[in-house]
């Protein structure tokens, strides 16, 4: 919007001139002050702004030919800039056309920033604490929520099998399952051999290296060898599902699912889950068994203790129990893992930003839930002293 008090005429460019009368800073606006003119002038009326900070400023616009809203916006910034003025600064000579213009725009003129007051550092931390435990207990909830959408879709499989995506858990078992197999293998004969050589170090003082065996027995069978698993598939293949349903959020796939009458839950995410239940177990037994094998290979060449020897004190003083306890443990693991992953994934916004941020807190969460659940299965198996 321009708006003008004299007859149509040869476009004038904006100018302006600075002068010093009565104590004031004044500035005498000339020429038509429109949009197209005002971008070369904008760098030096704003250093006019910064040179006027605590004085007095006068604006004469009474040369001024055509007026729209843009040049209106900037009379203004300069006139209400973040520097303190009396009642003496003010706009004169605006004819009642421009007069109106400048009322209108006045109100939407932004304001300045605000210092932020200074605030106890302790204080601070204490309500980002707090913010973080309430959105963490609605976060909570959220999944709780998606856990029950998920297993009543499972039902609703399960009653009518013909609508199981067979095809696509096989192909996830490959991606998430097969593809993991070489990482999780060589991790958990790394951690084995680790395990078995520190323990010898330290057993060593005590003359009683041979319980080395039983050491990397108990810790790799019951514990090591499927958390190390879960960590490594929450770190591979639960943000590999948070960065397939999050892009496909991104391209509104989800949303064109949903208009051809399919149900995301049912074909994305159920065949996820199922896939990694299934294969979760396959996945802790390789590497509880490559992690027995990294200890005896360490055994074998650090201790003098033959394989012969360490496979027979690890069948007659491990029980079969502390197998079966980390096998227990995978598809609980895995329902965590792939839950989150997807949950995370259908929370994406629209930009690659929140893809990122989601990715990750797929990651953290999934291996924060995993330790919370192994401790809590290990309390469980401590107390029917399984």
Request: with cysteine; charged share 20%.
């Amino acid at each position: 919007m321009a708006l003008t008090t004299e007859p149509a005429r040869e476009m004038q460019p904006a100018a302006y001139k600075i002068d010093v009368r009565d104590g004031l800073m004044r500035l005498d606006a000339s020429g038509d002050w429109l949009a197209r003119h005002l971008g070369a002038l904008d760098s030096d009326l704003r250093a006019f702004e910064d040179d006027t900070v605590g004085r007095d400023v006068l604006i004469d616009v009474s040369a001024v030919g055509r007026l729209d809203t843009a040049g209106a916006m900037v009379l203004e910034r300069i006139l209400r800039s973040c520097s303190q003025r009396s009642d003496l600064s003010r706009i004169i000579g605006a004819s009642p056309a421009h007069q109106q213009l400048l009322d209108n725009v006045r109100p939407h003129v932004a304001p300045c920033e605000v210092e932020p007051v200074p605030r106890n550092a302790f204080l601070s931390m204490v309500q980002r604490l707090g913010r973080g435990v309430v959105e963490g207990y609605y976060a909570s909830i959220d999944v709780l929520n998606f856990i029950g959408l998920t297993l009543t879709t499972f039902a609703r499989v399960i009653r009518n099998p013909q609508r199981l995506r067979v095809t696509s858990i096989i192909y996830h078992m490959e991606e998430a399952g097969i593809d993991a197999m070489p990482i999780v293998g060589l991790m958990s004969f790394l951690i084995g051999a680790v395990v078995a050589f520190m323990g010898a170090k330290i057993l060593r003082l005590f003359n009683a290296e041979v319980f080395t065996v039983e050491l990397v027995g108990i810790s790799v069978l019951r514990e090591f060898g499927v958390l190390l698993a879960a960590i490594l598939v929450a770190g591979r293949s639960g943000s590999a599902f948070t960065a397939a349903i999050g892009t496909m959020k991104i391209r509104e796939e989800i949303d064109a699912l949903r208009a051809l009458g399919l149900d995301p839950i049912e074909v994305l995410v159920l065949p996820r889950v199922i896939a990694l239940i299934i294969f979760m177990p396959i996945l802790a037994f390789m590497a509880s068994i490559l992690g027995v094998i990294g200890g005896g290979v360490v055994a074998a060449t650090a201790m003098d203790i033959s394989p012969a020897f360490f496979v027979g004190r690890l069948q007659e003083t491990i029980a079969l129990s502390n197998f079966w306890v980390g096998l227990i443990k995978a598809p609980f693991f895995a329902f965590v893992i792939a839950i989150i992953g997807c949950y995370q994934g259908m929370e994406v916004e629209g930009s690659s930003e929140s893809l990122g941020q989601r990715t990750t807190l797929s990651v953290v969460q999934s291996l924060f839930v995993v330790i919370i659940l192994d401790a809590f299965f290990a309390m469980f198996f401590l107390e029917i002293d399984f």
